[in-house]
C-alpha cells in the first residue's frame, strides 16, 4: 500500500503530511469555469463521466496533491430519491422541500441505481486513470445534513423548517433519516465497488443540534451508515466531518466507527490531540480563509497545524471548503510550504 494518503489512514504518519483541499475541484480554477460553461448546468458536471472525470482530475494535474476527490455533489442523494433538485447560478441549491412525513412518503429507492450510474463510471474512470501515489475519494453528506437541505428546499440560516419537523415528528423525521441511511449505504458501497481508495462523509451542519438531538441524528445514522458500508467493504477507510461540532468532536469519533476525523476550524488542536482516541488518524484543518491572504501568515499556520500534529497520522487539509475567490497561485503556495518542510 503505497499511497501517502492510505497509509496515514492506516495508522502510520508521514513527513510530510499528505495534502488534499476540500473542494479543490472549483469556480477558483479557470479550467473548472471554462469545463462547467461547456457542460451546461452543475448536474450536467456530475452526471456526464467525461466532465467529471476531467473536472475531478484538474487540481491534481496542476497542483500533484496525494488524493482527488470524486467531483460529485452531496445533492445527487435527493435527486436518485426523486426529489427536484436544481442549482442556480449564484443562488446554490434549490430543491422542493419535503416538509413532513406525508412528501417524505413520496420518495423512493425505485430510480436511484439508474440515476446515479454515470457517477458510478466516473469512478471506474478516475480509478485506472490517477496513478500509484494518488487516492481516490468518494463521499457522501450525512443522514442529517442531506435533510437539512431536502427540508429547507436549500440553504438555510436558522434551520427551522427541519428543526420543526424533526423536534415536532421524531417518529416521522426518522422516516425520512432511515431511508437516507439506506441511499447512503448504497451510494457509498457502489463507489467502493466501483474503485475508490476511501470515503468521506460530509456532516457540515452538524454544529446546530443540541446535545441530545445530536446523538439521535448525527451519530446514530452515522454509525448505521459506517456499518452498512463496512458489511459490504470492511476495509475501506472512511473519514467523518462533523463541522462545527465542538466538544461533541469526542463522542462523535468514539461512537460512529470512523476511521479518522476531520477538524473544522475552530478545534484547538491540543485538545483535540489530548482527547481523540488514541492513535485515530485526523485531517485538517487550516482556515480557507488563510489562502486569500498568503503570505508569512499562511506559512505560520501550516508550521502551527504540522508541529501540533506532529505525533498523530495526520493529512493536511482545510478546516472547510476553498473559497471561490482564492487566487489559485496561493493554492500552490500552500502546498510549497507543506513540502519544503521534509
Ligand atoms: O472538489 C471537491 O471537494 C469535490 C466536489 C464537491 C462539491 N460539493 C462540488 C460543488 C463536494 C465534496 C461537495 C460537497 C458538498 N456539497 C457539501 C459538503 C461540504 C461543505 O461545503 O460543507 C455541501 C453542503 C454541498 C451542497 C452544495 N453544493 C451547496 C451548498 C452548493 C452551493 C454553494 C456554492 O459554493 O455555490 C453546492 C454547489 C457546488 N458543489 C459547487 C461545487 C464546485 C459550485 C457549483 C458551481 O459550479 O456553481
Known amino acids: ?42 448536474l450536467d458536471l456530475c452526471y456526464t463521466p467525461e466532465f467529471a472525470v476531467e473536472v475531478t482530475l484538474q487540481p491534481i494535474k496542476r497542483y ?24 442556480i447560478e449564484g443562488t446554490g441549491p434549490i430543491l422542493t422541500p419535503v416538509r413532513d412525513v406525508d412528501q417524505a412518503g413520496m420518495l423512493s429507492m425505485a430510480g436511484f441505481d439508474e440515476v446515479l450510474a454515470p457517477v458510478y463510471e466516473a469512478v471506474r474512470r478516475l480509478s485506472r486513470e490517477l496513478g500509484d501515489e ?25 434551520f427551522h423548517a427541519v428543526k420543526s419537523f424533526s423536534y415536532g415528528d421524531p417518529e416521522g423525521f426518522g422516516k425520512l433519516i432511515d431511508l437516507l441511511v439506506e441511499a447512503t449505504i448504497r451510494h457509498l458501497s457502489a463507489q467502493a465497488a466501483a474503485g475508490v481508495d476511501a470515503l468521506q462523509i460530509f456532516e457540515s451542519h452538524a454544529g446546530v443540534l ?99 500534529c506532529r505525533d498523530r497520522p495526520h493529512i493536511f487539509n482545510l478546516g472547510h471548503g476553498v473559497d471561490k475567490n482564492t487566487d489559485p497561485e496561493t493554492v500552490a503556495q500552500l502546498i510549497g510550504c507543506l513540502r519544503k518542510k521534509s
Open 1 to 42: 500500500m503505497a499511497k501517502p494518503f492510505l497509509r496515514v489512514l492506516s495508522g502510520e504518519r508521514h513527513d510530510p503530511p499528505p495534502i488534499w483541499l476540500m473542494r479543490q475541484a472549483g469556480r477558483y480554477l479557470p479550467e473548472y469555469r471554462q469545463s462547467r460553461k461547456r457542460a451546461g448546468g452543475f
Open 64 to 87: 500533484g496533491f496525494d488524493a482527488a476527490i470524486l467531483f460529485s455533489d452531496i445533492l445527487v442523494v435527493p435527486d436518485g430519491l426523486g426529489q427536484d433538485v436544481s442549482f
Open 134 to 158: 494518488t487516492a481516490l475519494i468518494g463521499f457522501a453528506g450525512a443522514p442529517w445534513t442531506v435533510a437539512c437541505y431536502m427540508v429547507e428546499g436549500g440553504t438555510t440560516r436558522d
Open 210 to 308: 443540541p446535545a441530545t438531538e445530536f446523538k439521535t441524528w448525527v451519530i446514530d445514522p452515522i454509525r448505521r451508515v459506517v456499518e452498512g458500508v463496512r458489511a459490504n467493504w470492511p476495509e475501506i477507510p472512511i473519514i467523518g466531518f462533523p463541522r462545527g461540532a465542538g466538544p461533541m468532536y469526542l463522542v462523535f469519533a468514539e461512537e460512529t466507527g470512523l476511521t479518522a476525523v476531520s477538524l473544522d476550524v475552530s478545534v484547538p488542536l491540543d485538545w483535540a490531540m489530548a482527547n481523540l482516541p488514541s492513535g485515530m488518524p485526523v485531517q485538517g484543518n487550516i482556515d480557507p480563509a488563510y489562502l486569500l491572504s498568503g503570505g508569512d501568515g499562511m506559512a505560520r499556520s501550516v508550521d502551527r497545524i504540522v508541529e501540533a
